[in-house]
């Protein structure tokens, strides 16, 4: 019964903006840091950023001031905005929840980059 059901992906041109909103449901949303991951085709998953239980955000360099992740805790749901988007962003984004060894993947959302 735990889901993380992501949404919002879809094609942008360069420069253009998406935004993603991951739904949680079936364990304690408030209590697990959030993280969005994407994986290229032929590379390896990265972490994109992350937020903790509390607030705390974290991004990877390649998508510093230009991504933001947020949480709203009363509709269990992370999101991230991302703007000034490059060609280089277009991957697969996965939502994770984190806690202890409570852990937990969506199953992705793909998101093109191009024009």
């Known amino acids: 019964q735990v889901q993380l059901v992501e949404s919002g992906g879809g094609l942008a041109q360069p420069g253009g903006s998406l935004r993603l909103s991951c739904a949680a449901s079936?364990?304690?949303?408030?209590?697990?840091?959030m993280s969005w991951y994407r994986q290229a085709p032929g590379k390896e998953r990265e972490l994109v950023a992350g937020?903790?239980?509390?607030?705390?955000?974290s991004y990877a360099d390649s998508v510093k001031a230009r991504f933001t992740i947020s949480r709203d805790n009363t509709k269990n749901t992370v999101y991230l905005q991302m703007n000034s988007l490059k060609a280089e962003d277009t991957a697969v984004y996965y939502c994770?929840?984190?806690?202890?060894?409570?852990?937990?993947w969506g199953q992705g959302t793909q998101v093109t980059v191009s024009s």
């Open positions: 994770y929840a984190a806690r202890g060894f409570s852990n937990f």
């Open positions: 937020i903790t239980s509390t607030g705390t955000t």
């Open positions: 079936g364990f304690t949303f408030r209590i697990h840091s």
